[in-house]
Structure formats: structure tokens, C-alpha cells
């Protein structure tokens, strides 16, 4: 943490802020997420900080509450796009030969259509539930943290401690999470940032799409498709989420753009 | 002996080809596979199992996948997509119009977004790290951090509901004159563009400053050459493939952007049928919609590949 600069520090503080809000909601939130308290769309009011939306119920818990539930599904999605496509694009540097060619070539198969038009097929047939909006969002993002992985690994395999190992005896799953993994570590940690940031955005699309989070549960990208009715009329509800993502994703860039520097000066340049 | 430039070209369609032919078994097998039983799902939980059979058989899925994905890849190489299981009507007659106004969307989007884009990204070389560069960029990664259908509203919100300067519902139809239609989708056409325009911009700006950094550029400045007549003459022409690489990535993702779009403006495009139909779990036309979208993505793709071998000077007179 030392030398820290002031934008980094700052985007880590408003990072922490969001998700210590979203892990304490039932406790910071004034209301309940479902109960109605007032009129439609009431202006901001002192009972009502941010107004209330198109049932009237409190806009400002909604927006705790979807808070928790997008960082939530992002945060886990994000877990599971990196578990899988680090460990599938380690293996596939450290195997090489065949392995790679077929991992390679399926994950740029993948890659070639358009994620969003990619989940809209799966989610046709698929029951939409947090469970399984988590695993469609992280697979179709671990083809991302795969092509990056593989990469590094890749340069990473052919350092002299790791053959230094190879000759020692030992195995290929020692190779990848005793020598590549410690290695690679840093630029897989900047990139977990921005797949964080691209989770959230996603998951907000598609609930915003109506294939998302269902209601009666609170997320971003469902408040915005709750009062969109309400912009014609002058009623500005539906655009307080796009503070909420914006504040969220330009701190977590900040973060992630300190990190790629530091470990890109730390290492003479490997991993730009 | 082909020349080698031709064979280039030849094995890079093919590839391409190939490609489309692996994503359409894909989206077969996405939607037919997955879950065990189309129709069940279709249904509900709750369905009488007489009922989920009917569909079944209607649906042709009692025949095994490998019969049923052959035909539908051959009936939709000649363009029959079969019938919309929501309302029996054809499909693709309802695409083909619905394709047309997504193209003009997307065509208006384009035709403004890429001149901007490599405008500013000059602009933002010529004055690298002053003022002009700062709030460029600032703007535009701003632009990058929200989703879409945010910036959709936003912009709704400020140009049609608070200056009332264009319609906030983009419906068009065949009556419309060309300037009507362009009014309509004022509003789609400018979120489009503003979301192409950051990636467009920051990646002209990359390319040239790549360029810049080369020996000939140095030796231009030293020559004393005017920093704009360096830009354009000397670091712009070396710059053009990767310029153009930009341009046409930057336009598969508009085709994927205008989805979102068409749903926040209700504009009778491609992204707001596929949409719906998603939703009504309408298997066919999700299968159709994704062929398409797949397709149009992976061509524009293609033509990127093409353009930068074409520009490539060594590749064009190998020794």
C-alpha cells in the first residue's frame, strides 16, 4: 500500500463504501425493500432522500438493496470467470501441443459471437434464476480471463525456474499453482478489476432487458426498467442508477489502473 | 501460381466460413440441448404432460438433434427460418423488415461516429496530454462506464423530455420520408454513436501514436514540419490499417449495441424482436435472430481482416 497515489486510494475507499452498503443493507437501509411508503414518484423529501419509484417505495433502499444483489451476482460471476479460465488457460500453456490447439480454437469459437446475443440464446431456454444468471455471466467472461491467462502463462513457462522445477520432477499441477500461479498473479489481478466492472454492466443489462433479476428482488438494472415509464414525464428516478454504476466503475478502474502499473514497472514491462 | 495475397485472402474466407458453420451447431446446441426438454420449458412446470407432448411433436423434437439441425441449417441457407412458435407467423418476413430499419439505425450511427471518432482521435495526438486530450478522454471513458441503456436514458431525459428537440419513441414506418425517419432516430442514433465514438477515438489515438514514435517521424519534426502537416501527411497514411481494423470492430459491436437501444427507444428493430421473443421462450426466432447477429458480427470481422492484408504493403509486393 505504500506510495498509494491519492486516485487509487480514492477509488478504493468508494469501492469499499459500495460493498460495505451492500453486505450491511438490512442495517443502513431506512425502509423495507418492498414495503410502499408513500405516493408515486414523490420528489426527494426528507423522509425520502433520493424520492420514491413507480410503486412508491423508497428509491433510496432500492437502491441499497440492488445494490447488494448486482454486486452480488457480479462479485460471484466474477469468482467463477476466474477460477475457470485461469486454471483452463494455465493448463493449456503449461500442456501446449494439442491441448492448447483445441482449448484455443474452442474458446475463440465462443468468442466469436456477440456475448450479450450469446446469453439472450442461452437464456431463452434457460429458467432465469440468480443461480443461473451467475453461471451464464461468468462462462461467457472466462473466455476473456482464458485468452489472458494462457498469455501470460505462456511467457511464464518458458523462465528458467520453471524448468528448474520440471527437472526437479515435479508435476504439471505443482508447475501451475506453485510456479505460474505466483507469477501471474499480478496482471490477472488488474484485469479482475475491469471483468468486475463488465459483470456489473452486464447483469444490469439484462435485468434491465427483463431477463435479468426478477421482481419482486431489487437490482440496478431493474429500477431503471421499473421507472423508465417515468422519464417522459420529466421524472428523473430511472437515471439514479447511472450514478451508482459510474461512481462504482470509475473507482474500481482507478484501482485497477494502479495495479497494472505498479506490477508492469515492478516487472520491467511483461504483461502490458 | 495464385498470388500470394490472393491465397491470403482465400484461406482467411474460408476460415471464416468455417467459423459461421461451428457457431450455427453452437446456437443449435445452446437452445435445443441444454436444459433436457425444450418444450417443457416452453410450458412451464405445470403443464399436463398431453400438452408438452403435442409440442414436442409440433416442434419436431422427438426426431433426433443431428436430422432436425441439418434442416434447419439448409432451410435457413435459402432463407426459411420456419414459423414463430408465438403467433405462427413467418419469420423471415418479419426479420426481413425489421432488418432493414436496424441497418439504417446503425448505418446513421456509423456515418456520423467514424469521422468524429478519427477527428478527435487527431486532435487528441496533436495536443497529447493538454487540455484538449484531457477532456476527450475524460468524456469519453465516462461514455465507456455506463451501460448503454443508461446512456440511453440520460440522453432521452436531457434531449427529448427537458430541450423536447426530438421524439423520445423511435417508431418508424413505410410512409415516412427519408428526413422523417432520420428525426426519428435522432436520439438511438446519437447513444450509438457516443458509445462507438470512446472505443473508436481511444484506438485511433493508440494507432497514431504508435506511429508517431517511429525514426521517419522523428525526422520529420526535425525537418521542422508543421505538427498537424507531420500528422497528416507522414503518420496518418501508416496509420490507415489499423485505423480501419478499429473502425470495422467498432461497427460489429454497434450491430450488438443497437439490442439494448432499440429496447430503450422502442424502435422496430432486430434487438427489440429478439428481445421479446427471448422472453416468450419463442425458440425458432431466438435461433434465427442469433444466426444473424452471429453472422453479420463475424462478416464485419472478416472485413477488418481483409482491409488490413489489402493495406499491407509487404503483402501486396512480396519479394
Given at each position: 500500500m505504500k506510495g498509494m497515489p491519492i486516485s487509487a486510494a480514492l477509488g478504493l475507499f468508494v469501492t469499499a463504501l459500495f460493498f460495505l452498503a451492500a453486505i450491511f443493507a438490512p442495517w443502513i437501509a431506512p425502509y423495507s425493500p418492498t414495503q410502499i411508503v408513500g405516493d408515486l414518484w414523490e420528489p426527494s423529501s426528507r423522509e425520502h432522500w433520493l424520492g420514491t419509484d413507480n410503486l412508491g417505495r423508497d428509491l433510496l433502499t432500492r437502491m441499497i438493496y440492488g445494490g447488494r444483489t448486482t454486486i452480488f451476482v457480479a462479485s460471484a460471476a466474477t469468482l467463477l470467470s476466474f477460477t475457470l479460465g485461469a486454471i483452463l488457460g494455465f493448463t493449456a500453456a503449461v500442456y501446449g501441443g494439442w491441448v492448447d490447439q483445441v482449448m484455443s480454437r474452442a474458446n475463440d469459437l465462443v468468442m466469436s459471437i456477440p456475448t450479450l446475443i450469446f446469453a439472450l440464446v442461452v437464456l431463452s431456454v434457460m429458467p432465469v434464476t440468480i443461480p443461473i444468471l451467475i453461471l451464464v455471466i461468468g462462462l461467457l467472461d472466462s473466455t476473456r480471463v482464458f485468452r489472458l491467462s494462457r498469455a501470460v502463462a505462456v511467457d511464464i513457462n518458458v523462465m528458467d525456474y520453471v524448468e528448474a522445477a520440471r527437472l526437479r520432477g515435479e508435476g504439471q499441477a505443482w508447475v501451475i499453482f506453485r510456479e505460474i500461479l505466483p507469477n501471474a498473479l499480478s496482471p490477472l489481478v488488474a484485469e479482475l478489476g475491469l471483468r468486475f466492472i463488465f459483470a456489473i454492466l452486464f447483469i444490469s443489462t439484462l435485468s434491465f432487458l427483463g431477463l435479468g433479476v426478477q421482481p419482486p428482488l431489487a437490482d440496478w438494472g431493474g429500477i431503471v426498467r421499473d421507472n423508465r415509464e417515468g422519464i417522459v414525464w420529466g421524472i428523473p428516478a430511472a437515471l439514479i442508477p447511472a450514478f451508482a454504476i459510474v461512481t462504482l466503475s470509475i473507482s474500481v478502474n482507478l484501482v485497477a489502473d494502479w495495479m497494472l502499473n505498479r506490477t508492469t514497472s515492478l516487472k520491467g514491462g511483461r504483461g502490458v | 501460381m495464385m498470388h500470394p495475397i490472393l491465397t491470403l485472402l482465400v484461406q482467411r474466407i474460408a476460415l471464416s466460413l468455417l467459423l459461421l458453420l461451428a457457431v450455427s451447431v453452437v446456437i443449435f446446441v445452446g437452445t435445443e440441448i441444454l436444459p433436457g426438454d425444450v418444450a417443457r420449458v416452453i410450458l412451464g412446470q405445470g403443464a399436463p404432460e398431453q400438452a408438452v407432448e403435442n409440442l414436442r411433436a409440433q416442434m419436431g423434437l422427438d426426431r433426433p438433434a443431428t436430422v432436425r439441425y441439418f434442416e434447419w441449417l439448409f432451410n435457413a441457407l435459402q432463407g426459411d427460418f420456419g414459423v414463430a412458435l408465438s403467433n405462427r407467423r413467418d419469420i423471415a418476413t418479419a426479420i426481413g423488415q425489421r432488418l432493414g430499419n436496424t441497418m439504417f439505425l446503425a448505418a446513421v450511427a456509423a456515418a456520423f461516429a467514424v469521422p468524429l471518432a478519427i477527428f478527435l482521435g487527431l486532435l487528441a495526438v496533436r495536443y497529447q496530454n493538454r487540455w484538449p486530450d484531457r477532456l476527450i478522454s475524460g468524456v469519453t471513458l465516462t461514455a465507456i462506464s455506463l451501460?448503454?441503456?443508461?446512456?440511453?436514458?440520460?440522453?432521452?431525459?436531457?434531449?427529448?423530455?427537458?430541450?423536447?428537440?426530438?421524439?423520445?419513441?423511435?417508431?418508424?414506418?413505410?410512409?415516412?420520408?427519408?428526413?422523417?425517419?432520420?428525426?426519428?432516430?435522432?436520439?438511438?442514433?446519437?447513444?450509438?454513436?457516443l458509445v462507438v465514438l470512446a472505443h473508436m477515438m481511444r484506438m485511433t489515438r493508440a494507432a497514431i501514436l504508435n506511429v508517431m514514435q517511429s525514426a521517419y517521424i522523428e525526422t520529420a519534426e526535425l525537418k521542422g514540419l508543421r505538427k498537424l502537416t507531420l500528422i497528416f501527411r507522414h503518420a496518418m497514411p501508416n496509420a490507415i490499417a489499423p485505423i480501419v481494423n478499429v473502425v470495422m470492430i467498432n461497427l460489429a459491436y454497434l450491430v450488438v449495441g443497437v439490442v439494448v437501444i432499440e429496447v430503450v427507444f422502442v424502435y422496430p428493430g432486430m434487438g427489440q424482436y429478439l428481445v421479446d421473443h427471448v422472453s416468450r421462450r419463442d425458440v425458432p426466432v431466438v435461433q434465427a435472430c442469433g444466426l444473424i447477429f452471429a453472422t453479420v458480427y463475424i462478416g464485419l470481422n472478416l472485413v477488418a481482416d481483409l482491409v488490413s492484408i489489402l493495406t499491407n504493403p509487404r503483402l501486396r509486393h512480396p519479394k
Open positions: - | 451501460p448503454e441503456f443508461l446512456l440511453g436514458y440520460v440522453i432521452m431525459y436531457v434531449f427529448a423530455v427537458q430541450l423536447g428537440w426530438f421524439p423520445s419513441v423511435s417508431s418508424v414506418h413505410g410512409g415516412m420520408s427519408f428526413w422523417q425517419k432520420l428525426n426519428a432516430v435522432a436520439l438511438p442514433a446519437m447513444v450509438l454513436t
